[in-house]
């Protein structure tokens, strides 16, 4: 018998918490997004919104702040040193939002700097990169619409395994997906064809009735709102290694999301129960100690890289424990709730089975 820390007959009122888990959920993603217009949108790093970045290895420990005094005279824009690897390591990441300069000045600029205000120090400038603002603008884009066509496949494949409804679902993200590379390639932002595409593709699973589909995806957008809406309020940077801990997030919510809609479709052939709400009460107390499990395990491997991991990957490992604690939540929370808001009150009674029609030489029989 396997590991339970829950037992699968427990019988917690999820369903009936439901209306108290949709205002914690609509107050967090609303201070989440009331930051976000605050702020201008996410605080996008180098990747996302252009300059440069400089890795220097020092022969000694130097402070953070030492470093960014020494570089006041250079003036550059949104300047952040960070410490990498160990802290025994003595290397440096500088990064500023300079656009436009020539690499090799950026050298010299960098390097006259330390010389002139560290003159104790030794230290060697290991690399240098600069990305402009179309490259980042580029990013931005390609980054959304990633984000995007994760979604909309989810949404097919949702649709497919437990609707039985590939072709309606393949139409309907085929249609969009071409819509949103039409119009991109017309010139329309692709930032703002995005969210409006995301939009359509909530709208038109209700209109389809893809109800698991909208479930799923109503869901994984509650966790990346979230996600991104703490990272503004923690006013972190926004940047590559970010979006790919939103996919990895969207990923394995998914598969919690998908265990509790396979136990739900059981249960409902099952007629464990004359209505939905019981159906999906049964469904979430059966997997919550294999939930609970399988994210408790993969916490403990994330709590260890957001603390010993270093500084590269720390906004990665926070996004990662912030993205599976609401991923976790929403697959009990959110997405067996937005299901059972659109299925009908009770189970339809199974319908008798016919005699079947035995043909003989005089007749039906």
Not at 18 to 32: F, H, N, P
Not at 101 to 116: C, G, K, Y
Not at 135 to 151: F, H, I, P, Q, T
Not at 233 to 247: C, G, M, P, S, W
């Amino acid at each position: 018998m396997g590991l339970s820390i829950i037992k699968p007959n427990s019988t917690i009122d999820f369903v009936g918490l439901r209306k108290y888990t949709l205002i914690i959920s609509l107050l967090v993603m609303l201070i989440g997004v009331g930051s976000l217009i605050m702020k201008g949108g996410p605080k996008f790093g180098i990747d996302f919104a252009g300059g440069v970045m400089v890795q220097v290895q020092f022969d000694k420990a130097v402070e953070p702040d030492t470093l960014k005094d020494s570089l006041k005279e250079a003036d550059l824009p949104g300047l952040v040193v960070q410490r990498i690897g160990l802290k025994g390591d003595n290397a440096y990441l500088i990064r500023a939002s300079v656009t436009g300069a020539n690499p090799e000045n950026m050298r010299d600029l960098v390097q006259s700097s330390f010389s002139t205000h560290l003159k104790d120090v030794s230290f060697e400038i290991q690399r240098l990169e600069m990305v402009g603002p179309k490259v980042g603008n580029d990013l931005r884009s390609a980054a959304l619409e990633a984000l995007y066509y994760a979604v909309l496949l989810i949404a097919i494949y949702i649709s497919g395994r437990f609707e039985q409804r590939w072709v309606v679902a393949g139409i309907m993200a085929a249609a969009l997906a071409t819509a949103l590379y039409g119009l991109g390639e017309l010139g329309v932002s692709k930032q703002y064809l995005v969210i409006t595409a995301m939009a359509l593709t909530l709208v038109l699973c209700w209109k389809l009735k893809l109800n698991y589909a909208l479930g799923a995806v109503v869901a994984l957008i509650h966790d990346v709102l979230i996600t991104v809406g703490i990272f503004s309020v923690l006013n972190k940077e926004f940047d590559l290694t970010i979006v790919a801990a939103l996919l990895t997030i969207v990923g394995y919510s998914l598969n919690d999301t998908i265990i509790v809609f396979d136990r739900i479709r059981e249960n409902i052939r099952g007629r464990v129960a004359p209505t939905y709400g019981e159906v999906v009460n049964t469904a979430v107390n059966q997997t919550l100690s294999r939930t609970l499990l399988t994210s408790g395990t993969t916490l403990l491997v994330v709590v260890a890289l957001f603390f010993l991991g270093g500084s590269v990957i720390h906004d990665f490992a926070l996004a990662m424990l912030i993205g599976i604690g609401v991923g976790t939540y929403s697959s009990i929370f959110i997405a067996s709730p937005v299901l059972l808001a659109l299925s009908p009150e009770e189970i339809p009674a199974e319908e008798p089975k016919k005699a079947p029609i035995v043909k003989s030489e005089h007749g039906v029989v």
